[in-house]
């Protein structure tokens, strides 16, 4: 079994979701209760991808996350650096341009893209500062970037409900329909650990990111961050 630490080392968290690629989906389905079809939802309208528009998909694992723009008309390149991820997704949807790549360091030119997003995966990037700089070097001028993540409950009874169950019902829950829970410990960990809504739209205006703006998801238990290159 594998679980990556909250020095989150890549070729730890690489190795960790390569062993949970195969049932990724289905345990994210279970564990955040149904509540990742919404979410996955309220994303694709923040990107709003057009036909013929180039959406970067970052962490996109095995795309299900990319499906929703390559319906648009977009050309979508789903990215992520689990090659287990990259190959899971490319048996089930052969069609779409898989792409290797760390999100410290991109493999894209500059100004590439329209949009550039990334759902649950910057929290497991060693270097967030970093990889905001990344998604704002590959965005064309007035481009913008959407990032869904998960944050801090907004309101405090909630909030100290969220984090026990965190902390004790969902590892037991991964280990019931996941195929690596230790990996479910981490990704509890990694939650807590992680910068509040403002917090995290202050570190994308020094990315370099403008009119940066946010939105609470099921009470804050995700939190949806937009910001624009400026043209």
């Known amino acids: 079994m594998t679980r990556a630490s909250l020095n989150k080392q890549p070729h730890e968290v ?8 195969e049932r990724y989906d289905l345990t994210n389905a279970v564990l955040s209760l149904g509540q990742d079809r919404a979410w996955r939802k309220a994303v694709a309208r923040a990107v709003d991808a057009r036909p013929a528009q180039k959406v970067l998909d970052l962490a996109a694992g095995t795309a299900t996350s990319s499906l929703p723009f390559a319906r648009t008309g977009a050309y979508v390149v789903p990215c992520d650096f689990s090659l287990g991820m990259l190959q899971v997704g490319k048996e089930r949807h052969s069609w779409l341009p898989f792409t290797a790549g760390d999100a410290t360091r991109l493999p894209f ?123």
């Not at 370099?208 to 937009?226: D, F, I, Q, S």
Request: glycine letters at 6%.
């Open 109 to 231: 030119r500059d100004d590439t893209f329209d949009a550039v997003t990334i759902s649950f995966g910057l929290r497991n990037v060693q270097d967030t500062d970093a990889a905001l700089r990344e998604m704002h070097r590959v965005t064309r001028p007035g481009g913008r970037v959407v990032i869904c993540e998960f944050s801090h409950p907004t309101w405090a009874p909630f909030r100290t409900v969220y984090t026990e169950y965190l902390m004790r019902a969902l590892p037991p829950v991964a280990r019931a329909v996941s195929s690596n829970p230790d990996a479910y410990v981490y990704l509890a960990e990694s939650i807590r650990a992680w910068p509040d809504q403002p917090a995290l739209a202050e570190r994308l205006g020094k990315a370099g990111w403008t009119r940066v703006a946010w939105r609470n998801l099921t009470g804050g238990v995700v939190a949806l961050h937009r910001g624009f290159k400026e043209s």
């Open 14 to 21: 690489a190795s960790m979701f390569d062993h949970v690629a």
